[in-house]
């Protein structure tokens, strides 16, 4: 049952993680709820009615959402240089429009938080809404009004040598 249609607005699963803290792929862990986490994500965003595209650098992952409908998979080739590099093969692909990021390690992500970001974003769509899990901010969950401005200066950050994590993700997001 599709919660909300939102026509205009895509999402896309990160989960190129190459997990060498978990010594193994991580997407592809039980979740509690059964699947696989990367079936829970896929499938809450699906519930939302959005078309869902899946970045990875795993075969697998592709494999697992082959027969999956609305669930496109991208296999990022690499290197896989963390979420700027990530973000910038999308957005190569990605018309101009809003997109709903989530990244694959969050097995806890519920429906209702989802929910919530999409409510805060049709407030004000242009711009960014970022998850927060009480302690600090989440920027690998959010919504964020993507365009050409905010694609040339992505290029940019990459072409000087500025492949960061987490925080840098978000620094790079709040300073474009």
């Not at 190129?16 to 699947?35: F, I, T, V, Y």
Request: overall charge neutral; proline content about 9%.
């Amino acid at each position: 049952m599709r919660l909300l249609q939102q026509r205009y607005l895509s999402a896309c699963v990160l989960s190129g993680g190459q997990s060498r803290r978990m010594g193994h792929d991580k997407a592809l862990m039980p979740h509690p709820a059964g699947g696989t986490w990367l079936s829970h994500i896929t499938g809450l965003l699906i519930e939302l009615g959005l078309p869902v595209k899946v970045l990875s650098g795993h075969p697998g992952h592709q494999q697992q959402l082959l027969l999956v409908p609305g669930v496109e998979v991208f296999v990022e080739p690499p290197p896989w240089d963390g979420p700027l590099q990530a973000l910038n093969r999308l957005l190569e692909q990605h018309e101009q429009g809003p997109l709903f990021m989530a990244p694959v390690d969050m097995p806890n992500l519920r429906l209702g938080a989802l929910q919530t970001l999409i409510s805060s974003w049709q407030q004000q769509p242009d711009i960014a809404v970022v998850a927060h899990d009480g302690h600090r901010l989440q920027p690998l969950l959010g919504i964020y009004p993507f365009g050409s401005r905010l694609h040339r200066v992505l290029v940019e950050e990459l072409s000087q040598g500025n492949r960061v994590g987490t925080t840098g993700f978000l620094v790079f997001l709040i300073g474009a």
